[in-house]
């Protein structure tokens, strides 16, 4: 085999050390220039940097050789192959630059199938960019737009990528995240805390509008408002959240303290506890084909809580904690719940409305039967406070009655009966003097921050339209950043790609390191 061992030299490396002493030499120089800290800084970035580190890399390759194991050499499948009498060469962008490879290559038959050694050794990936550029890339463009995220890599690493490539990329690296998600590990269970809390909600994503195949493109030079199919639709992203948290025991007048404070909190206040674990994703309606062939269609909704439902089981098993299930109104979530992950399993198992929802719809209220501000504030304080001190009820039949005393009619009276239809639907969930004396979180804050946060900052900015696929995509790769695995999962996603692409890569290492020796 061709190979350089670590007693011959290696061009390259005797490139880089030389490169070294330039740059040494330079910094003398730019003393006796007078130069400030923050030029030299620029250029070691902007020139040196990508230098040497292109010069190391082509090292490293350098000292691998050709790959070249002889005349004959045996594919990951089993199968004999002839080397070819050239050597073919491929691109690969690293974050120091573009370089060529060139690889001893084998083949068998009609070169319909071909394998190149030097590949499995490197462990190189299935396209031209390694792996650190997918990582810096897609770390950048889960909170980046495209353009922006091309904008930055070029200023910061000197190189140039397609916005196409980006999103292809994307699409790729997402494929693997439903299969880390089941084998990750979860928070150990003597750090779990005591209550389990699932959440979901919905944010619509802006869909592009297919065009349809006998339709026309029509020419750019026409007016915005004339030129190709309008926006798509809304579809639904329906995001999910799990996390463990200690008991805050408050009372119904702490609580309305706490609603009504536009201040800090007070320094005698004792410290909220943190969510443990706490995991968010998102899923968008879908498609799935069964053994006949047949396509069904796979709400979003579903695909979350079932999500929710492994999520839990995995992290407390023997259901030895409670579980809240803490949501707004909205009763397709709490259908989806009870189908996929049913109360009953722990005794103090509970479902909660969201406070603020049930505040922004006594608001309404408020402002049917006041007209000036601050009889509206004092309507709804006093309202909320009978709320969280258990007496929903009587707030709704005292809704009604002053409805029929003051001949509410029209639009105010409409408002009146969304308003105590909302609240009777969800009686069941808005016992909150029972919830806040257990120490339950009774405020969905960390669904409504998943769905801005994962959703919107990312997926609603202005002029973005999406497919589904680039969505689900873009979705699966934020929820990792955001629940603080992308590291994690980089490692998962390049162990799966090398296992997939070289099955043999440990056996031909193993053998090139004998050839050397």
């Known amino acids: 085999m061709v190979m ?12 880089m050390s030389d490169a070294v002493f330039e740059l040494k030499e330079q910094l003398y120089e730019a003393r006796r220039r007078g130069e400030a800290l923050h030029v030299v800084e620029r250029d070691i970035v902007r020139v040196w940097l990508q230098k040497v580190g292109l010069l190391a890399v082509e090292g490293f390759i350098e000292l691998h050789g050709n790959g070249d194991l002889g005349p004959v050499a045996v594919s990951p499948q089993g199968r004999e192959m002839d080397r070819l009498e ?18 001893t290559v084998y083949s ?9 050694p030097l590949d499995a050794i490197l462990g190189l990936p299935e396209g031209k960019f390694s792996f650190v550029v997918q990582d810096f890339a897609q770390m950048l463009g889960v909170d980046l737009a495209w353009a922006k995220d091309r904008e930055v890599l070029e200023r910061l690493l000197g190189i140039k990528l397609p916005v196409s490539s980006l999103e292809e990329m994307n699409r790729k690296m997402a494929e693997g995240v439903p299969q880390y998600r089941q084998q990750r590990p979860s928070p150990p269970i003597e750090e779990e805390e005591a209550i389990f809390v699932a959440s979901g909600d919905g944010k619509g994503v802006v869909m592009r509008k297919p065009r349809p195949e006998t339709e026309k493109e029509t020419p750019s030079i026409l007016p915005p408002e004339t030129k190709g199919p309008q926006p798509g639709r809304k579809n639904m992203a329906v995001v999910g959240s799990l996390y463990s948290i200690a008991p805050y025991v408050r009372t119904p007048e702490q609580m309305l303290e706490i609603l009504f404070r536009d201040g800090p909190r007070p320094k005698e206040e004792p410290p909220r506890p943190r969510p443990c674990g706490k995991h968010v994703w998102a899923a968008m309606d879908d498609e799935v084909v069964d053994a006949a062939g047949v396509t069904h269609p796979l709400r979003g909704l579903h695909t979350t809580f079932q999500w929710l439902s492994d999520e839990w089981e995995k992290r407390d098993p023997g259901h030895r904690k409670p579980l809240v299930r803490l949501m707004d109104g909205e009763h397709r979530l709490w259908e989806a719940a009870d189908t996929h992950m049913p109360l009953g ?13 049930v505040a922004e719809y006594l608001w309404r209220a408020a402002v049917v039967f006041e007209r000036h501000r601050e009889r509206q504030e004092a309507f709804y304080h006093d309202r909320l406070g009978r709320i969280l001190r258990g007496e ?45 004396s257990q120490g339950y979180p009774i405020a969905s804050g960390a669904i409504e921050g998943a769905c801005r946060h994962l959703v919107k900052d990312r997926l609603e900015r202005t002029g ?9 995509s873009m979705l699966n790769l934020r929820s990792l950043w955001i629940n603080g695995e992308w590291d994690d999962y980089q490692q998962h996603y390049v162990k799966a790609q090398l296992a ?12 090139t390191r004998r050839r050397l020796l």
């Not at 350089?4 to 490139?15: G, H």
């Not at 068998?108 to 190149?116: D, I, P, T, V």
């Not at 639009?411 to 239809?421: D, Q």
């Not at 973005?464 to 689900?472: F, H, L, N, S």
């Open 4 to 15: 350089i061992s670590e007693s011959m030299e290696c061009c390259k490396l005797e490139q």
């Open 345 to 357: 399993k722990h005794p103090d198992d509970t479902d909660i409305l969201d406070i603020m929802h």
């Open 108 to 116: 068998a038959g009609n070169h319909q199938q071909e394998y190149a």
């Open 464 to 472: 973005m339209r999406w497919v589904r696929e680039g969505a689900q």
């Open 86 to 103: 050239q050597t073919k060469s491929r691109p690969y962008l690293c974050v120091f630059g573009p370089l060529t490879i060139e690889r």
């Open 500 to 511: 997939n692409l070289y099955p043999n890569r440990t056996s031909m290492i193993a053998q």
């Open 392 to 436: 929903a009820q009587s707030v709704i039949t005292a809704l009604k009655a002053a409805a029929t005393r003051r001949r509410i009619r029209g639009k105010k009276r409409k408002t009146l009966e969304t308003v105590c239809g909302y609240f009777e639907r969800n009686l069941d969930r808005m016992r909150y003097d029972e919830y806040l």
